[in-house]
C-alpha cells in the first residue's frame, strides 16, 4: 500500500514537472513557427519591436509580483486571496504609469493604442502567474494556449501566409482578454473585497524581488535596444530569432526548476543547490549539439544564412545562464537583492558602451560579443560575491 502510495507520488510530480516545462514551451515554441510563418522578416522585426515595448513595460508593472506572491502564500497559504487582492491593486498604479509611456513613444498612433490595450490585458493575465504556479494550474494553462496559438496559426494559413502587424497586436489583446476571463473563471473569486487598495508597504517589499528581476532583463535586452537603434526592422528580425533559440535553451533550465521554485525559499543552500546541479551540468555538455542543430533549422527552415563566426558567438551566449540562474533565486531568498541589482545595472552599462561601439562596426555578431561579455562578467561578479559571503 505504502509503495503503491509512493508510486502514486512520484507519478503526479513528474506530471506537474511535465506540465510546468510545457507551459515554459508553449511560447517559445509558438515564436518560432509565427516567425516562420511570416514570410516577411521586415513585419516579424516591427512585430518583435511592439512586443519587446509590451514586455518590458509589463514586467515593469508586474513589479516581482510572481515570485513575492508565491514566497508569501507559501508561508501564509490560508491568506492566498488576501494576499493575491493586495498585489493585484496595490499595482494598479503602476500599470497606469506604463500606459503613459505610450504617450512618449514614437510611431502609428493605431499601432500604439493596440499595443497599449495589449499591455493593459497582458499585465491582468500576468497577475494570475503566481496562483497558476502555487495550485499548479499547468494543463488547464497549457490547454488555452495551445488553443489560442492554433486559432492564429489557422489564420495565416488561410490568409495564405499574409497578415500584418495590426492583425497581429488585435490577436493579442482578444487572446489576453479571453484569457483573463479564463482565469476568474479557474480560480473562482480570487479577490477578498475587504482588500480593494493600494498598500504601498506591499510594494515596498516586492521592490526587492522586482529589483534585481527588472534590472537583469534590461541588462539583457540592452543589446536588442540598440539594434533597434542602430539596424534595420529586418536585422531586428533575424537577431531576434537567434535569442529565441537561446531563450528555448534557457527555457529548458528554468523548466526543470519552476516547479520547485516555493520549495527555494524554504529548503537550505545547499539542498537547493544538489537540486539543480544535475540539471545544470546536463544541460552545459547540452549546449554544443544543440548549436548545430539550430544551424541547421535556421539554415533550411528559415533560409537565413548567419556566418560560422556568428554560431560559435552563439555558442558562448549559451553558457553564462545555465551558471548564474539558481545563484540569484538563492541570493534573493537570502536578503541580497539590491546586491544583485547593482552588479545586473553594472551589466546594463557595459552593455550599452560596448554595443554602441561594436554594432555599427560588426552589426549582429557586434551585439553578440557585447552580449556574451556582459554575461560572462555577470556570472563572475555573483560567483565573486557568493565567495565573499561564505568566507
Given at each position: 500500500?505504502q509503495n ?8 503526479r ?12 514551451f ?8 509565427l516567425?516562420w510563418?511570416?514570410?516577411?522578416f521586415n513585419?516579424?522585426?516591427e512585430?518583435?519591436?511592439w512586443?519587446l515595448?509590451?514586455?518590458v513595460?509589463?514586467?515593469f508593472?508586474?513589479w ?5 506572491v508565491?514566497r ?5 497559504p490560508?491568506?492566498i486571496n488576501t494576499?493575491?487582492t493586495?498585489?493585484i491593486?496595490s499595482?494598479?498604479?503602476l500599470?497606469g504609469?506604463?500606459l ?8 502609428n498612433s ?7 490595450g495589449?499591455l493593459?490585458?497582458?499585465?491582468l493575465?500576468k497577475?494570475?502567474?503566481s496562483l497558476v504556479?502555487y495550485e499548479?494550474k499547468?494543463t488547464?494553462t ?6 489560442s496559438?492554433?486559432i492564429?496559426?489557422?489564420y495565416?494559413l488561410?490568409s ?14 482578444i ?14 473569486q480570487?479577490f477578498?473585497f475587504?482588500?480593494?487598495r493600494?498598500?504601498?508597504?506591499h510594494?515596498?517589499t516586492s521592490?526587492f524581488?522586482f529589483?534585481?528581476?527588472?534590472v ?6 540592452t ?8 539596424m534595420?526592422?529586418?536585422d531586428?528580425g533575424?537577431?531576434q530569432l537567434?535569442?529565441n ?11 526543470g526548476i519552476?516547479p520547485?521554485?516555493r ?6 543552500s545547499?539542498?537547493v543547490?544538489?537540486?539543480t546541479?544535475f ?8 549546449a554544443?549539439p544543440?548549436?548545430f542543430i539550430v ?8 533560409h537565413?544564412y548567419?556566418?560560422?563566426q556568428?554560431?560559435?558567438l552563439?555558442?558562448?551566449l ?6 548564474y540562474?539558481?545563484?540569484?533565486i538563492?541570493l ?13 545595472a553594472?551589466?546594463?552599462?557595459i ?9 555599427p562596426?560588426?552589426?549582429l555578431e557586434?551585439?553578440l560579443?557585447?552580449n556574451?561579455i556582459?554575461?560572462w ?6 560567483w565573486?560575491f557568493?565567495?565573499?559571503?561564505s568566507?
Amino acid at each position: 500500500m505504502q509503495n503503491d502510495e509512493t508510486r502514486k507520488k512520484i507519478v503526479r510530480r513528474i506530471f506537474s514537472f511535465s506540465m510546468g516545462a510545457a507551459n515554459n514551451f508553449t511560447g517559445l515554441a509558438f515564436g518560432f513557427l509565427l516567425s516562420w510563418l511570416i514570410a516577411d522578416f521586415n513585419t516579424w522585426g516591427e512585430y518583435v519591436y511592439w512586443s519587446l515595448i509590451v514586455n518590458v513595460l509589463t514586467f515593469f508593472a508586474g513589479w516581482g509580483n510572481k515570485e513575492f506572491v508565491i514566497r508569501e502564500i507559501s508561508r501564509y497559504p490560508a491568506r492566498i486571496n488576501t494576499i493575491w487582492t493586495t498585489d493585484i491593486f496595490s499595482r494598479l498604479i503602476l500599470i497606469g504609469v506604463a500606459l503613459l509611456v505610450f504617450i512618449l513613444i514614437a510611431g502609428n498612433s493605431t499601432l500604439k493604442l493596440l499595443a497599449a490595450g495589449w499591455l493593459l490585458f497582458l499585465y491582468l493575465t500576468k497577475s494570475f502567474d503566481s496562483l497558476v504556479v502555487y495550485e499548479k494550474k499547468f494543463t488547464e494553462t497549457l490547454l488555452y494556449d495551445v488553443s489560442s496559438y492554433a486559432i492564429l496559426i489557422l489564420y495565416i494559413l488561410f490568409s495564405s501566409f499574409k497578415i500584418t502587424v495590426l492583425q497581429l497586436l488585435i490577436w493579442q489583446i482578444i487572446s489576453n482578454l479571453l484569457k483573463t476571463i479564463f482565469y476568474f473563471y479557474l480560480f473562482r473569486q480570487p479577490f477578498d473585497f475587504r482588500y480593494l487598495r493600494i498598500d504601498f508597504l506591499h510594494l515596498k517589499t516586492s521592490f526587492f524581488f522586482f529589483l534585481p528581476a527588472f534590472v537583469g532583463f534590461i541588462q539583457g535586452k540592452t543589446d536588442v535596444f540598440m539594434l533597434m537603434h542602430f539596424m534595420a526592422k529586418t536585422d531586428l528580425g533575424h537577431y531576434q530569432l537567434l535569442l529565441n533559440f537561446a531563450g528555448l535553451f534557457h527555457g529548458g533550465v528554468a523548466a526543470g526548476i519552476t516547479p520547485f521554485i516555493r520549495n527555494m525559499f524554504r529548503l537550505k543552500s545547499d539542498a537547493v543547490q544538489k537540486l539543480t546541479l544535475f540539471i545544470k551540468l546536463s544541460t552545459c555538455f547540452l549546449a554544443i549539439p544543440y548549436v548545430f542543430i539550430v544551424r541547421l533549422v535556421i539554415t533550411r527552415i528559415y533560409h537565413v544564412y548567419f556566418s560560422e563566426q556568428l554560431y560559435g558567438l552563439f555558442a558562448l551566449l549559451l553558457i553564462p545562464f545555465l551558471l548564474y540562474f539558481t545563484k540569484n533565486i538563492i541570493l534573493i531568498r537570502d536578503g541580497y537583492a539590491t546586491h544583485i541589482a547593482w552588479i545586473y545595472a553594472g551589466g546594463i552599462l557595459i552593455n550599452t558602451t560596448i554595443c554602441m561601439i561594436a554594432i555599427p562596426l560588426a552589426g549582429l555578431e557586434g551585439a553578440l560579443i557585447a552580449n556574451i561579455i556582459t554575461q560572462w562578467l555577470t556570472f563572475l561578479a555573483l560567483w565573486f560575491f557568493e565567495r565573499r559571503l561564505s568566507k
